[in-house]
């Protein structure tokens, strides 16, 4: 199964890296719109593919090119927007599939349509909208003479596919374009001279960046293009704000009056901006910048993605267990540089969700000196051998106002023991969270604390260990108070009652009554050795396993 899901993780690459190589032909429509087709067709193993362009002056969307289908009446079908399948997906919406298309409810039906979908013997549709900088162009869509229902994987690929198809689709249109303007214009060279010689620098400007996007997508290598052409200084800030690249000079503020939004797929990816005001002229150059800022973005991200995901696997292999020989996981580890024998670290960031995939792309940014990364289980695991790697991530959840929390376990120099460091320093975490506490741990620091939480995590911690509360816990239960945790944080505390009623936001004399409740329910010395030492463990016991079970 694992090998399945990689080889089509590699075909869909495949798919990508041939369709964006014809992003160079920008010459020929025809073979740009072909190559999609056939590929989108092939990627799914559909009877059929097709790419439509949508009208949107007359409400219809029409099938440009198409692979597979048999009748005239198909090839050629003008769809009115909203209606069908294809109808819908050319609104620019959201992909759409049918796995039935005459006995979907949901689609709107055209009796001229149906007959024509009937008589091409279609059962199953799914299409894609095509977008370039917010606009729809049209929709890329397959479709099979028996019923289907396409997978979410299978949607995400072609969705893939389309930003790809629609850049290159808008690309070849504009160059055309282009290229009759040049032939019209040539016949009026001394009125519009000045005209042509803007088409003509669009066109020399289009080829510059789609070498450099074709060759090293770099996004400073494009501002440097583009402020040749413009004479004015660039620079690129992505969705957050902070800056990506620049040309050399005075780098514009990011919210200068002069810019282009760098958008993809509706997804908008930062603004590329000028450090003065521009002409409209001035301005369609930059915009193409953008485009290609864009298609840079795309390229860049999918090699990272392939990359992540190759390093994920090495990791999450080694970690459950499936890779045993040290001599196998030397050889794949060094893929990564990581030679055999060197110290390795393991670290455990805790991340949000929601900021996973950027912090991902910030870590992949500090140009760690060997480093592995995976993100599973509310964390970021990263397997290292850099003695800097702790300063360097410091520094960065410093620049972006992040609180840090990691646990950290090694130096170790068999790599077999990177699962049992890896639990470690997931412990260090958690125990962090535990003592709601912020920084990074060492898995060597936690001691006995350590043990409990290993053993709260397999859920084999020994009743014995807890029976010391169990009064408090009862009473707590059963009068709803908070003598537990009062109790905890006032040995946390070192027996410091003003400390503990600042925690706990209630007055040091709130915190004196309930101490006295405590020594009630418990007894007397409680606090205090020999029974102190009890208590205080069966607290951070029960602590723990709240901790780990939320």
Excluded at 198 to 219: I, Q
Excluded at 340 to 366: H, M, N
Aim: proline fraction near 2%.
């Amino acid at each position: 199964m694992t090998h399945n899901l990689a080889q089509g993780r590699e075909q869909l690459q495949q798919v990508l890296l041939d369709t964006a190589a014809d992003l160079t032909e920008l010459r020929d429509l025809e073979a740009v719109l072909q190559a999609i087709v056939h590929r989108t067709r092939v990627l799914l193993s559909t009877d059929m593919a097709y790419i439509s362009l949508t009208d949107f002056e007359h409400g219809e969307t029409y099938i440009r090119h198409a692979e597979g289908v048999i009748t005239q009446a198909y090839r050629t079908i003008r769809q009115p927007l909203g209606t069908g399948v294809l109808g819908q997906v050319a609104t620019g919406l959201a992909p759409v599939q049918s796995s039935n298309y005459a006995e979907d409810p949901e689609i709107e039906h055209l009796a001229e349509i149906d007959e024509i979908v009937q008589g091409e013997g279609v059962q199953a549709v799914m299409g894609v909208p095509l977008t370039v900088t917010g606009r729809v162009i049209g929709a890329l869509l397959v479709a099979e003479r028996h019923s289907r229902l396409f997978s979410a994987a299978e949607i995400a690929a072609v969705d893939s596919l389309g930003r790809y198809a629609a850049i290159a689709i808008d690309n070849s249109m504009r160059f055309e374009s282009l290229t009759r303007l040049v032939e019209q214009l040539s016949s009026r060279q001394r009125r519009d001279a000045d005209e042509l010689a803007l088409t003509t620098h669009v066109l020399d400007l289009d080829r510059r960046l789609m070498e450099t996007v074709m060759g090293t997508p770099d996004a400073e290598h494009l501002l440097m293009i583009g402020r040749s052409a413009l004479a004015v200084d660039l620079a690129f800030y992505d969705a957050d704000g902070s800056m990506v690249a620049a040309t050399s000079g005075r780098a514009p503020e990011a919210d200068a009056q002069s810019y282009v939004s760098v958008v993809a797929a509706g997804e908008t990816l930062g603004r590329v901006v000028a450090d003065r005001l521009l002409s409209e002229t001035e301005r369609t150059l930059l915009e193409r910048v953008a485009v290609h800022l864009a298609l840079a973005v795309l390229f860049e991200r999918a090699e990272e993605d392939a990359d992540l995901r190759r390093q994920s696997e090495v990791v999450e292999d080694i970690i459950d267990g499936r890779e045993h020989s040290r001599e196998r996981i030397e050889r794949r580890l060094k893929h990564w540089g990581i030679r055999s024998g060197e110290p390795l670290l393991c670290v455990a960031i805790e991340v949000p969700d929601q900021d996973r995939r950027r912090l991902l792309q910030l870590l992949s940014g500090l140009r760690m000196r060997c480093v592995l990364m995976s993100s599973h289980s509310g964390h970021v695991c990263m397997v290292t051998v850099d003695t800097q790697w702790e300063q360097r991530v410091r520094d960065l959840f410093a620049a972006r106002g992040w609180t840090l929390r990691a646990g950290v376990e090694g130096p170790f120099d068999d790599p077999r023991l990177i699962g049992s460091g890896h639990e470690r320093a997931e412990l260090a975490l958690h125990s962090l969270d535990t003592l709601q506490r912020d920084g990074i741990v060492h898995g060597e620091q936690l001691g006995l604390l350590g043990v409990v939480l290993g053993l709260a995590r397999r859920g084999q911690t020994p009743q014995s260990l807890t029976a010391p509360i169990d009064g408090l816990i009862a009473y707590d239960h059963t009068h709803h108070t908070d003598l537990t945790n009062t109790a905890y944080v006032y040995l946390e505390s070192e027996g410091n009652t003003a400390l503990t009623g600042e925690l706990l936001s209630v007055h040091r004399n709130t915190v004196r009554q309930r101490l006295e409740r405590i020594s009630t329910v418990l007894g007397a010395g409680w606090d205090a050795s020999p029974r102190r030492l009890g208590v205080h463990l069966a607290l951070r016991i029960r602590d723990a396993q709240v901790t780990l079970d939320r």
